[in-house]
């Protein structure tokens, strides 16, 4: 059995020939120490992961970004992402920039919102996306797209959280009109990577903070949930056996059976800081997969080895011979990470593989 086909099963619960396993992403100083001790920068290979990522690119359609900002003195060192959204970084931050939103403030109009320069996905590129899917399969991997940020995140990146989640609450028609804007180019963006191949598509909007949801599930559930399922339905209408992953930090429980519903297939990260996976695979563990389970805020930065490795083993106990689970840290692994840690939490899936044979 290949990685892929294994990675898959395991996806679908229909059991696994090993544990499958992903080495998440490494913050530079991590990554510099990886290349360091071994030499080369392969470390999805090091960990045997089975899923490699393919990329659809967009293209900024802003002419000149600075006018989108007619209401901000930007600073000078200032980068600026497809969207038009600035970034301004700080040395002690490896990874968090801080945001400035081009359609923040109560004056903002409709038409606005309406002519905003939105990205564009090249579709003319497909051709190459569909090569590197194939050459992703023939290497016996899995092809993952990526397009994390798929409605909530990009549009309150552009209006703000504070003015987005206030135009929801008073039932603003920019909100609606943001939305669904940003709703467009995700549909547009999902159904390219399903014509490419992707076995697995990456969705995502964080929509939980540490102990509870960043809104209530009905306001989630107005605004939110049906943008979310048109963009899923578009995937799947092409592919039906898609798999739809979506990643959204944080405490989620109250949103599960409606992403279940509008066709997530793979929940990620499942942080055990916020939430019980024991309990999370009680209510959903035979309508849904997991990506993750392994915390970055206490286990792998401040455990012991020992204490990683149950870590895994618990959470491999708790899906059983179905599978339904990736093993991976739960968000980017920081300095603080001892690689003592990323080896246990390998070798335990490893150990977990030998044992099951």
Known sequence: ?????????????????????????????????????????????????????VHLPQEATYSDVHALYRREELPQDISFDVWGVGHSRYPDCWHMTHMHHPLAGDDVTVDEINAYPVP????????????????????????????????????????????????????????????DRVMASSVERLTLYARAGCDIVELGDDIGMQQTTMMSPELWRQWLKPRLASVIAAGKAVNPELLIFYHSCGYVLPFLDDLIEIGVDILNPVQPECMDFAEVHRLTGNRLSYWGTIGTQQVLPFGTPDEVREAVWQNLRICGAQGGIVIAPTHMVEPEVPWENLVAMRDAAWEFRISAQ
């Open 120 to 179: 564009r996905n090249m579709g003319e590129r497909l051709s190459e996306v569909t090569r590197d899917v194939a050459n992703v399969k023939a290497a016996g991997l899995a092809a993952k797209g990526g397009m994390a940020c798929t409605v909530w995140e990009n549009a309150w990146y552009l209006r703000s959280m504070e003015d987005l989640m206030a135009d929801m609450m008073m039932e603003d028609e920019r909100a609606a009109v943001l939305l």
């Open 1 to 53: 059995m290949t990685p892929r086909d294994n990675v898959l099963r395991s996806l679908r619960r229909q059991g696994f020939e090993s544990v499958p396993l992903c080495s998440g992403s490494f913050c530079p100083a991590q990554r510099e120490a990886f290349i360091k001790r071994f030499g080369h920068s392969d470390i999805a290979g090091w960990f045997g992961d089975p899923v490699r990522y």
